[in-house]
């Protein structure tokens, strides 16, 4: 029962994340001004009578149906993720002497959820400023990572333990992908995703102007400057062109890590599998530059995201000489 609802809560957590980016990219994140419920209810107002009474409560924020639905059915995944994640807490503590992770990792994921719960709130609250979104994306995908940790420990045994050198290097991948996915997500919450639009300069340069200062400012409002103006071009430039940088400092580090794996025979699926993910990744990051980002490969971009860290909880699960009931 522990290793079905364990795989159970991962895919549904990996929904969440698709969902989620889908919501974000569609622009959707404010489809329901307030949290949890929508215009004041549990779903989004459909007669005429729901839609002229939230419309005098918000007359700032006409109800958008397709935004709101789109809003209110990540919400819904969001919530039953949470139930389940309750329920795998209990669970593992319950049959703490069976299985082979940790019931205390289960029981944080319940902390996690809680504080994944308020940056979704503060998302809207806060109208969408940039280090609460990407907090929340980050939240999501280590969410995913944890409940795939806890699946891939308890349901398979460790197939061989890897020279310290490679296991240490494998560890620091999934370090690697976490600030990925940040460089991404700041992207993704500023709107710099097409700050260049060519490949593999930007803007016809190979270093382009850019102002590093202004474009990691964690605390200003969404396409403001620290100074409350607009922010310029020089800033998004350089939160999209380091994201790119990110990304070929990814392809390195995973392309030796694929070279590790493929020297054991017990790992060459893993490696594979771990190179067509990275190729596809890379792949569909040019084709947003060059198509001027397309919705369905935006949204596969994030995806891609989310299972090359599943991939890489895989790969340190599987094969990283750990103690069984440790973490």
Request: glycine share 8%.
């Amino acid at each position: 029962m522990f290793k079905v609802l364990s795989v159970l809560a991962a895919i549904v957590a990996f929904c969440v994340v698709v969902l989620g980016s889908y919501v974000r990219l569609s622009d959707a994140g404010l489809g329901c001004p307030d949290w949890p419920g929508c215009y004041g209810a549990l779903t989004v107002p459909q007669s005429e009578s729901a839609i002229q009474s939230a419309q005098q409560a918000y007359p700032d924020k006409p109800v958008v149906h397709a935004k709101a639905w789109k809003e209110m059915a990540h919400r819904y995944l969001a919530g039953s993720l949470g139930l389940l994640v309750v329920a795998l807490a209990v669970l593992a503590y319950r049959q703490r002497h069976t299985i082979t992770t940790s019931w205390q990792l289960s029981a944080g994921l319940v902390v996690l959820i809680v504080l994944q719960a308020l940056l979704g709130m503060w998302t809207v609250t806060l109208l969408l400023k940039p280090v609460i979104v990407t907090l929340h994306l980050l939240g999501g995908m280590t969410t995913l990572a944890l409940l795939s940790w806890i699946a891939f420990r308890h349901g398979s045994k460790q197939d061989v333990a890897l020279p310290g050198s490679q296991q240490w290097w494998l560890r620091v991948a999934l370090l690697i992908w976490i600030a990925q996915v940040l460089l991404g997500g700041w992207t993704s919450s500023n709107y710099a995703a097409l700050a260049c639009t060519d490949f593999p300069t930007c803007h016809g340069l190979w270093w382009p102007d850019m102002d590093v200062g202004e474009a990691f400012h964690l605390t200003r409002a969404l396409g403001e400057s620290r100074d409350g103006g607009q922010l310029h071009l020089n800033a998004l430039t350089a939160i999209q062109w380091i994201h790119r940088l990110g990304a070929f400092v990814v392809l390195g580090w995973m392309l030796v890590s694929v070279r590790f794996l493929l020297q054991r025979p017990v790992s060459r699926r893993l490696a594979w599998g771990l190179l067509a993910i990275v190729l596809c990744q890379v792949a569909i990051g040019v084709g947003n530059l060059l198509l001027q980002l397309p919705l369905v490969l935006a949204v596969l971009h994030n995806a891609g995201a989310a299972l090359l860290g599943v991939w890489l909880v895989a790969i340190n699960a599987r094969l990283l000489n750990t103690s069984s009931n440790v973490i």
